[in-house]
């Protein structure tokens, strides 16, 4: 399914729409579907709020700010969220166990192919289970969608993958080994924090460009996106495992090692499709963390966002729970075989 919407000829004309509307009705089935699914595994289904204090505490990810304006004329610097985390997160410390939320989010800086504004993010919790129950969910999710867009395959371009096949499950660690040639955990300390150095010297072994000033982070994403993420997800779906602790700001350590985290990500036709895991809880630690984001954000961005207190409060009730975002616009792409995200769109963003 290809639809033709060009500025000519926009998605708004009845026989652009006519061509779109059999995969946005692939769309509501599917998450008709995996509503379904969900209910009948005894989730909540929760709407949280759109506006709110921080869009999120992440170096990379950019937040549409607005003012709210109260009765007395006074404005109140609000953004619209870039996940619906903090909020939900809210909710488990209140009390939930099982919760689920289909939710709009903003982010900044990102269009695209696989990229808008605005999309939909599906993003759910367990209290109690580790995140590895997660990585199941997500496979049935994507083969639940094949099977309502009555499709075989998952297809971004001239990629496929089964989703009906056993899942690859490796470790981040793993996939630099294999597809780059390089020992990441050797650029990681025992405590956690990274050695540039050793990991620009292994850039410069298997010759990937760098820039003088590049961190740690920095080569890491390099050698993720140029070496390891366009093989992942070919034929099957792939389940990115063990991420550095350095690259996972709201996960838990792994036990017995500080170099890795209880995060993963879950890719299929080389595109990323969610991220998950097991929540870290601990308010002084991720206090730590999100500052460390926003430092880094101010040294790249020239600016930084402020923390929700609220949810650091918060952190301080809630129980131990796997959680994992999820994004659906990009499941019915794959499902559908749309080449663009705004192709399984409603209204696509001006």
Same mark, same amino acid.
């Given at each position: 399914?290809?639809?033709?919407?060009?500025?000519?000829?926009?998605?708004?004309?009845?026989?652009?729409?006519?061509?779109?509307?059999?995969?946005?009705?692939?769309?509501?089935?599917?998450?008709?579907?995996?509503?379904?699914?969900?209910?009948?595994? *005894?989730?909540?289904?929760?709407?949280?709020?759109?506006?709110?204090?921080?869009?999120?505490?992440?170096?990379?990810?950019?937040?549409?700010?607005?003012?709210?304006? =109260?009765?007395?004329?006074?404005?109140?610097?609000?953004?619209?969220?870039?996940?619906?985390?903090?909020?939900?997160?809210? +909710? +488990?410390?209140?009390?939930?166990?099982?919760?689920?939320?289909?939710?709009?989010?903003? #982010? $900044?800086?990102? %269009?695209?192919?696989?990229?808008?504004?605005?999309?939909?993010?599906?993003?759910?919790?367990?209290? =109690?289970?580790?995140?590895?129950?997660?990585?199941?969910?997500?496979?049935?999710?994507? %083969?639940?969608?094949?099977?309502?867009? =009555?499709? %075989?395959?998952?297809?971004?371009?001239?990629?496929?993958?089964?989703?009906?096949?056993?899942?690859?499950?490796?470790?981040?660690?793993?996939?630099?080994?294999?597809?780059?040639?390089?020992?990441?955990?050797?650029?990681?300390?025992?405590?956690?924090?990274?050695?540039?150095? %050793?990991?620009? !010297?292994?850039?410069?072994?298997? =010759?990937?460009?760098?820039?003088?000033?590049?961190? &740690?982070?920095?080569?890491?994403?390099?050698?993720?996106?140029?070496?390891?993420?366009?093989?992942?997800?070919?034929?099957?779906?792939?389940?990115? !495992?063990?991420?550095?602790?350095?690259?996972?700001?709201?996960? #838990?350590?792994?036990?017995?090692?500080?170099?890795?985290?209880?995060?993963?990500?879950?890719?299929?036709?080389?595109?990323?499709?969610? $991220?998950?895991?097991?929540?870290?809880?601990?308010?002084?630690?991720?206090?730590? #963390?999100?500052?460390?984001?926003?430092?880094?954000?101010?040294?790249?961005?020239?600016?930084?966002?402020?923390? !929700?207190?609220?949810?650091?409060?918060?952190?301080?009730?809630?129980?131990?729970?796997?959680?994992?975002?999820?994004?659906?616009?990009?499941?019915?792409?794959?499902?559908? *075989?749309?080449?663009?995200?705004? !192709?399984?769109? &409603?209204?696509?963003?001006?």
């Amino acid at each position: 399914m290809k639809p033709d919407s060009t500025p000519d000829r926009p998605w708004w004309t009845p026989a652009t729409h006519a061509d779109r509307r059999p995969i946005l009705l692939a769309r509501n089935r599917i998450q008709a579907g995996i509503r379904g699914w969900l209910a009948a595994e *005894g989730f909540t289904e929760v709407d949280p709020a759109a506006l709110a204090t921080s869009p999120g505490n992440e170096a990379h990810l950019h937040g549409f700010r607005t003012d709210a304006i =109260g009765n007395d004329g006074v404005a109140r610097q609000m953004y619209l969220h870039t996940s619906p985390e903090f909020a939900m997160k809210k +909710l +488990l410390a209140a009390g939930e166990t099982r919760i689920h939320a289909f939710s709009h989010v903003w #982010r $900044n800086r990102e %269009r695209g192919a696989l990229h808008s504004p605005e999309f939909t993010m599906l993003e759910w919790y367990r209290v =109690g289970e580790g995140y590895e129950v997660l990585m199941a969910d997500s496979v049935t999710f994507l %083969r639940l969608a094949a099977r309502e867009a =009555g499709a %075989r395959l998952l297809q971004f371009r001239d990629r496929t993958c089964d989703p009906f096949a056993e899942p690859e499950r490796l470790s981040v660690a793993e996939a630099f080994r294999i597809r780059a040639g390089v020992d990441l955990l050797a650029t990681i300390n025992p405590d956690g924090t990274t050695d540039a150095a %050793r990991l620009g !010297d292994a850039l410069d072994g298997i =010759g990937l460009r760098r820039a003088a000033d590049d961190t &740690w982070s920095d080569m890491l994403s390099r050698v993720l996106s140029e070496k390891v993420e366009p093989h992942l997800g070919q034929g099957r779906i792939t389940i990115l !495992d063990h991420y550095p602790s350095a690259e996972a700001a709201l996960a #838990r350590k792994v036990p017995g090692d500080a170099r890795i985290a209880e995060r993963f990500e879950v890719y299929a036709c080389g595109v990323e499709l969610a $991220n998950g895991f097991g929540e870290l809880t601990d308010p002084a630690e991720q206090r730590r #963390r999100f500052e460390a984001e926003m430092d880094e954000k101010e040294r790249v961005y020239g600016l930084r966002y402020p923390l !929700d207190e609220d949810f650091l409060a918060a952190l301080a009730l809630m129980p131990p729970a796997a959680g994992i975002a999820m994004g659906f616009d990009r499941v019915v792409m794959l499902a559908t *075989g749309a080449p663009r995200i705004d !192709d399984v769109v &409603w209204t696509p963003v001006p």
